[in-house]
């Protein structure tokens, strides 16, 4: 995947993200997965744990993906003051960040298992010749 469709991809699950946080909900109340936390912070992790995997995927720095899926969550989440149907929440943020976080460390975890195995690969094969 060149660099340009890495960052087309995020642009366009940034995209998703903004639409699913300023359109009318369902209304009614979804049950949790696991009971604990409401279901609707399942779906801001999940939403921004697949953006910040894109961008640290694009970037290659989990750092960066982490600030920048935070500080979008944190944009939509004041977009939503303006949207009469949604509401701005520091619980909200806070699934967002453990998302955003989950994701970009998975892909940096991934990314080096996959060099790591490259090099190894490299040195067999240089062993074997």
Known sequence: MT?????LLVAVLALVVLVASLVPGGGGSLSS???VVGADKWLH???YMVLAAAVTYADGRAVVG???AVAYGV??????LGVPYRSASALDAL???VGAAA????VAAVVRAAERYAGDAAARSTRDR
């Open 45 to 47: 992790a999940a939403g």
């Open 75 to 80: 944009l939509v989440e004041l977009l939503q």
């Open 103 to 106: 994701g970009a460390l998975a």
């Open 33 to 35: 997965p696991f009971g």
């Open 3 to 7: 660099a340009r469709s890495r960052w």
């Open 66 to 68: 982490v600030a920048a």
């Open 95 to 97: 699934a967002n960040l």
